[in-house]
């Protein structure tokens, strides 16, 4: 390892960045590594949205409520999300070979524990383990990219692996579909732990340890427990204010905690001598900015994913195979287009396909808002992959604004600001546009009953039915005669579509909030560190 006054001096010197020497065998082989390190990703990745397919089956045989299959995904972004910074830190303090290691064998752990899971609560708590190992080994996966690709091709190997996260992500559908209508819901947990395995003996053979002369030697206990408290605070009120109400005291006093502790972390910061965050980094515009639309373009596409699976499953009564195909232009056009998106910001910079992307985004939910029980397979396919094309170059330009501008001795702190952006945006985005579909459809459901000329319902029974119909499911009793099934049915298709009508339109203005944040960002100014650091 080439220490960072060698760094220093390669970046006062007139000569271009020296290249590292070739790696000899497979330990520290640059691309390798990639091979290794994304396998494991994958595996995080995949799980973020496999799981989705799988709440319908999950909410069935488990006998779960609506608010319990978002814990399932909820539980899952609020680990991440609350642990991806401090799991960052101790990849800089440890090294990320060993995080990364570590984080493998725990979330294929978890995800076995999940599958022998018989109530929906070990399911939930499961979930959240998974989320604590998913932490460790995210943001040390990018600081192993970012300390042994040379600066030349760094960009080229963040490309491929937001690939092979934004295929992850837009697959899991397809395979989360497979898995439970062939086999079973428990199958989509199950097989992280092979891939677990491969993923252990690919890093124990090739992934080599990297450290900056100048990492960090000490742990900001008290700004862990701050941001921790902060976040935590943040996306716990808004996940229950639905169930609380917006205007109840409770969620303004966790709101109010969230700011209180997010104050005193920033003050904190400031003086303590090895800052969890330093918050110097945030001078960096692009760097903020990066983070920002990672936040915003994952509220847009994680909130509004959530709903299609049950648009398709519940409303249009596919199969879980069926619905997941009907993804597939979504996640083909991430596959194609995130190689594509990586060579043009390689090119032009970041800023236009950033910008771009999130104007396709913005159009793309605007067109899922427009869909309705009878709309056909063209029309969807239209929108889901004008959604992938659009967040193809989110998922790979942002990681590089963020990694490549921050300093090479906080690698790990910018990786995981870059997925604590993007899981903290999806929990919001499911909690936000869950909150959107629950009152949309609270306040529809009794006038669209009543105009229907069913029978009266009392408050409890009408309480009972909005919960079904949140996820698109016709409140239908055994043994009602088919032809007042079918209208009821209707009246819950409706009032569900109007729902999710209304949360697209939302994450639709989300995308375009994101393109002028888009504009703010610039290609990361520290990626010739990287090359300093990893002679091997």
Known sequence: MTSQTTVDKADKAPEPVSVPAPAKGLRGHPWLT????AIGVMMVALDGTIVAIANPAIQKDLGASFADVQWITNGYFL???????????????????????????????????IGLSDSIALVVTFRVFQ?????????????????????????????????????????????????????????????????????????????????????????????IVLLSAAMFSLVWALIKAPAWGWGDGLTWTFLAASVLCFALFAIWETRVKEPLIP?????????????????????????GLFFVTFYLQNVHGMSPVDSGLHLLPLTGMMIVGSPLAGAMITKVGPRIPLAGGMLLTAVAMYGMSTLESGTG?????LWFALLGLGLAPVMVGATEVIVGNAPMELSGVAGGL??????????????????????????????????????????????????????????????TPP??????????????ISGMSLACLVAAGVAVVAIFVALLTKRGTNAEAGAGAAHI
Do not use: C, Y
């Not at 032809?483 to 569900?496: G, N, R």
């Open 131 to 223: 989320g604590l190992f998913g932490a460790l080994l995210m943001p040390a996966a990018l600081g192993l990219l970012r300390a042994t690709f040379p600066a030349e091709k760094l960009n080229m190997a963040i490309g491929i692996w937001g690939m092979v996260i934004g295929a992850s992500t837009a697959g899991g559908p397809i395979l989360g579909g497979l898995l439970v209508q062939h086999v079973s819901w428990q199958s989509v947990f199950f097989i992280n732990v092979p891939v677990g395995v491969i993923a252990l003996v690919l890093g124990l053979l090739i992934l080599k340890d990297h450290r900056a002369e100048n990492a960090p030697r000490s742990f900001d206990i008290l700004g």
């Open 79 to 113: 680990a991440l999300a609350v642990t991806l910074i401090t799991a960052g830190k101790l990849g800089d303090r440890f090294g990320h070979r060993q995080t990364f290691l570590i984080g493998v064998i725990g979330f294929a752990a978890a995800s076995g524990a």
């Open 377 to 381: 397979s063209g029309a969807m396919s």
């Open 418 to 479: 870059q997925q604590a952006a993007m899981q903290i945006g999806g929990s919001l985005g499911t909690a936000v546009l869950g909150a959107v579909m629950a009152s949309k459809v609270d306040n529809d459901l009794a006038g669209n009953w009543t105009d229907a000329k069913l029978p009266p319902l009392t408050p409890a029974q009408l309480d009972q039915a909005s919960e079904a119909v949140q996820v698109g499911v016709g409140p239908v009793p055994k043994g």
């Open 34 to 37: 990639l091979f290794s390190v």
């Open 483 to 496: 032809e007042l099934a079918e209208k009821i049915t209707s009246v819950a298709h409706d009032t569900f």
């Open 279 to 303: 918050l110097a980094l945030f001078r960096s515009v692009p760097l903020s900015a990066g983070v920002v639309l990672m936040v915003l373009m994952a509220i847009a596409f994680m909130g």
